[in-house]
């Protein structure tokens, strides 16, 4: 069974940082895109970064471009695990941040990608 | 970047059917994911490329996508299909794109 288990979230004070982490069970890990996707209160998803594995030297990161130059993700395939780390927090980064796998295949006409399982999530909160 | 428009509520009675539109002028070229999201909860995928489901979701579950709108429709709607419901894209393979929500309320 595939389990996410985000941890690492709390009250931070605006201009602060915060590292979430998300440990990863029941797959094989490092065959895996990782994505963190965040929902802030009463809002809807939006999805935050992404990281392929090691492996691939080139365009590994993705980022909205909302937290682009302030949040940084990565990942330790020995220990299963994802990171976020978050820099240079704003009150609108307040929400529940959850890990996602994403899963997905190319059918020779076209490349399909879904986030098929996710995390119970880790609640982020900026305030003064 | 680009917008998925859906609309904030839909209502339906028990045993009817819902159907919730997503939409965006070239989501016809895209594949389009769907998930559900009770309050509390995680997401949970629902509906992938357009109209195929994951292994324990009900074939009560369906979705179509043609020209500027994809939709998801819920068959002999149930109590427990009360829930929050957004589609997906990617926007490329770089950045992945959600729907702005629809809320199903079950009357």
Redesign the interface.
Known sequence: EVQLLESGGGLVQPGGSLRLSCRASGFTFHNYVL?W?RQAPGK????VS?LRDSFYTT?SA?Y??SVKGRFSISRDNSKSTLYLQMDSLKVEDTAVY?C?RRDGYNDGQ???????S????TLVTVSS | SFVLTQPPSVSVAPGQTATIPCSEPSIGDKSVHWYQQKPGQAPVLVIYDDGDRPSGIPERFSGSNSGNTATLTISRVEAGDEADYYCQVWDGIDHCVFGTGTKVTVL
């Not at chain 1, 076209?110 to 098929?116: A, F, I, N, R």
């Not at chain 1, 996710?118 to 999530?121: A, N, R, T, Y």
């Open positions: 994505s996707v809807g998803l939006e999805w992404d365009y993705n909205a471009a959850f996602a076209k490349t399909v990608l879904y986030l098929d996710w995390g119970q999530g």
